[in-house]
């Protein structure tokens, strides 16, 4: 009884617990889908009490070419990860490039869309229920694609600077994972606000 | 057993590097302090900034109940006293409660789960400083509030600052961005150190630590931290709201436009109710390390306890519009919050009835840290009785907004979670410095705030069953509420002079007390096998356990816990 070593003998089983990024983004995931939450239900709850117009039946306009744009990236982007993981950079490089630019002509249809509202159709936060809950939760949205894009361009810099190798595959999983959700966000925000907002 | 406790194994036996350090600069300290993402010194950080608030909160309050002590008093005028409600109940919870919390779950949970650090460590730092920013600019307000031109002047909107009070309108000047913006950081922060939390447990366990042999309060910090995504999220989105409305003028509580008040108060709320479990399952996590240790048993129904806190995190999420009977939401909307509301007192309980069923037949040794645990055991059943009283509907309508409802939840926080952060104090405080707390103190400490707590708490529930509204700044003589709210004042101060006793004792024992050695409680999580005060890495050697009481396993060979899991 001198002394007893703390570590009596190896752990029964092999000790596998899950990656702490992926939890990671998981939870900030959970998070932010609150947040979402919030909006989209100020969203659902102010539908149709607007006191004055424009209402969404007279300005919205089914933005499909974008929305396809968008969904699509996000196939792009696993196809990134894919070859990524099989070591192959170039294809890699391609395909991010080409998810980033999916995502870019979202954010320019988004730009396009608003300010065809403000300027021709006259709806701006201010104007009435339908203008504070449009631009916040569309707004929303678009912050979380542009900070999507941000970290997508930075991955792609390391990439064509010849920094990203097949160990990063698991670092680009992680983020493709903040991608998709972005993604899917989208098909709930496009639900509400364009198809039962109309 | 002497000698089983003499050998036990720590990293001082396995780790030769000296503990004495050469004396640094103050400069040196500084710049330690401020750049680390040790979870050790971020946890302390959170502690200290913690109970600066406490004592701002304190003073606040102490100034609310001069005035309220007898009638007509003009000691602070109406509007001073606006703000004073306002800042102590932001400062409490958010600025007080949510951090000292974070800090003990930072400090404690990779060392109870046999971790080196946080699962990260940087956003660990991040979530700190963000949060003492948030802080900082709620009391930045007073100074920049109207601009420095003017006076200046805090947030008077109250701490759940419902609309359209908040408007533009009816609150010019900076003061209500003010507080939207620190407790949209703080929240940032809180969301962040919540993802740690979650990602350190789940992901950072040692070997052989598998869900079922965690440390309860590792699994009420993992439920704790699950509640902040849901609950604390929604606050920043309803901020963000409100940002919104007073800088680019959208309406969404704007109810000249067609906004909703009682938006507001659904989101708040949403927010409000979860965070009081957020805020009370650390507290019962405490609870459930303390008690078995000072009764000398492992804790009673592991799985029940682990049980009751998921199904508290559920059911808290449904029952926020308690909060909003008075709103008048319907009978059905009424008929499912109370339901909902007097539901979540089963799982808690259950929890109550596993804490007597451990001291039970146990051989209780009444240290401070377990007299303070029983403390709580009786002022949390009160406050959860008045609680389900306030959960039936019609009761609410006669009380809601009344004393009645401030001396509850002042039950709950103060007589329930407060007594189990001194609890938590005196037991871990060993293990963070090294020395033991003057015990003496902590006996004078604890039947002062126990005799102050009762004579404020107590008696407060009675004008508010006269009638006393809360947020009142005076009331005329003769309706009978003169004398309880002297009592009630002279128990502030009873407590203000208790807790006073307890800094005095966190100070004095820093270079005069007893030193602790590693175990002084002869406790059985991995906390207590590490030196004290745990050097940097923790751990020199990634320990590897077997049941939920390593330390026991070590110390009783012969019959250990694993042959009873």
């Excluded at chain 1, 730009?111 to 403000?118: A, Q, T």
């Excluded at chain 2, 009977?325 to 089963?346: D, E, P």
Aim: overall charge neutral; charged content about 10%.
């Amino acid at each position: 009884m001198t002394t007893i070593p703390i570590i009596r003998d190896a752990a029964d089983e092999p000790w596998v617990l899950p990656d702490r990024g992926t939890v990671g983004m998981g939870c900030l995931i959970v998070a932010e889908s609150a947040i979402f939450v919030i909006f989209v239900v100020a969203y659902i709850f102010y539908m149709g009490q607007s006191l004055g117009g424009p209402t969404p039946q007279q300005v919205l306009e089914l933005p499909i070419f974008t929305t396809i744009c968008l969904l699509s990236s996000s196939l792009t982007l696993h196809w990134a990860v894919a070859a990524l993981r099989k070591s192959k950079v170039g294809a890699f490089t391609t395909w991010l490039a080409t998810t980033i630019g999916l995502g870019l002509i979202f954010i320019v249809g988004t730009g396009m869309e608003w300010h065809h509202l403000i300027y021709v159709d006259g709806l701006t936060i201010r104007t009435n229920l339908f203008g504070t809950t449009f631009y916040s939760l569309v707004g929303l949205h678009a912050t979380h694609v542009i900070v999507g894009l941000i970290l997508l361009i930075a991955a792609l810099i390391f990439s064509l600077t010849g920094h990203v190798s097949e160990k990063h595959a698991h670092r680009m999983d992680v983020l493709s994972l903040y991608w998709h959700f972005v993604d899917a966000v989208w098909v709930v925000v496009f639900t509400v606000v364009y198809v039962l907002g109309r | 057993m002497a000698d089983s406790m003499s050998s036990l194994p720590s990293v001082e036996t396995i780790d030769l590097t000296s503990h004495q350090r050469p004396r640094r600069l103050v400069l040196e300290v500084l710049h330690d302090w401020v750049t680390t993402v040790d979870h050790k010194k971020i946890g302390l950080m959170y502690i200290g900034y913690a109970l600066i608030f406490l004592v701002v909160g304190g003073v606040q309050a102490l100034v609310m109940r001069i005035q309220l002590a007898v009638p007509h008093n003009s000691f602070v005028s109406p509007d001073v006293f606006n703000r004073l409600f306002t800042m102590h109940g932001t400062t409490m919870v958010f600025f007080m409660g949510m951090p000292i919390l974070f800090g003990f779950a930072n400090y404690l949970v990779p060392l109870m789960i046999g971790a080196r650090d946080m699962a990260f460590p940087r956003l660990n730092a991040f979530s700190f400083w963000i949060s003492a920013l948030g802080g900082l600019l709620l009391y930045y307000s007073y100074i920049g509030g109207s601009g420095l031109y003017g006076m200046g002047s805090a947030p008077d909107v109250g701490w759940f600052a419902y609309a359209p009070l908040t408007m533009k309108a009816f609150s010019p000047g900076h003061s209500t961005d003010y507080w939207a913006i620190s407790l949209i950081l703080s929240g940032i922060g809180s969301i962040g150190t919540a993802i740690n939390i979650v990602v350190t447990i789940i992901t950072m366990r040692c070997p052989g630590m598998t869900l079922n042999r965690m440390p309860l309060l590792a699994w009420l910090n993992l439920v704790m931290a699950s509640m902040v995504f849901i609950a604390v999220s929604p606050l920043t989105a309803a901020q963000i709201m409100l940002m919104l409305d007073r800088y680019l003028g959208s309406h969404f509580f704007d109810t000249q436009a067609g906004g909703s008040a009682v938006l507001w108060i659904h989101f708040f709320w949403i927010f409000g109710h979860p965070e009081v479990y957020i805020l009370v399952l650390p507290a019962f996590a405490f609870m459930n390390e303390i008690i078995p240790v000072f009764s000398r048993k492992a804790i009673f129904g592991y799985p029940a306890m682990v049980a009751a806190s998921v199904g508290i995190g559920f059911i808290s999420m449904s029952v926020w519009a308690h909060h909003m009977f008075t709103v008048g939401m319907g009978a059905g909307a009424n008929v499912f919050f109370v339901f909902s509301s007097m539901v979540i007192a089963v799982p808690t309980g259950i929890k109550i009835f596993n804490w007597l069923a451990t001291i039970w037949g146990g051989k209780v040794r009444f240290a401070s840290p377990m007299l303070f645990s029983v403390g709580f055991l009786f002022q949390f059943l009160i406050a959860g009785l008045t609680g389900i009283m306030l959960a039936a509907a019609p009761f609410d309508w006669q009380l809601n907004m009344s004393y009645f409802v401030v001396a509850h939840f002042h039950y709950v926080l103060v007589g329930g979670i407060l007594f189990t952060i001194f609890a938590a104090f005196y037991y871990w405080y060993p293990k963070v410095t090294g020395r033991m707390m003057n015990e003496r103190l902590a006996r004078w400490h604890f039947w002062m705030m126990v005799i102050g707590f009762h004579m404020t708490f107590d008696f407060m529930h009675i004008p508010g069953l006269l009638g006393m509204p809360r947020r009142i700044y005076t009331y005329e003589p003769g309706r009978g509420w003169d004398v309880w709210n002297l009592i009630v004042t002279i128990g502030a101060f009873i407590q203000a002079i208790a807790i006073i006793l307890f800094v005095i004792n966190l100070i004095r024992s820093y270079y005069k007390g007893e030193i602790a050695g590693n175990d002084p409680w002869d406790a059985w999580t991995l906390e207590w096998s590490t030196a004290s005060p745990p050097p940097v890495y923790n751990f020199a050697i990634t320990p590897v356990v077997h049941s939920r009481r390593p330390l026991w396993d070590i110390k009783h060979p012969e019959d250990p816990d694993w042959n009873y899991e």
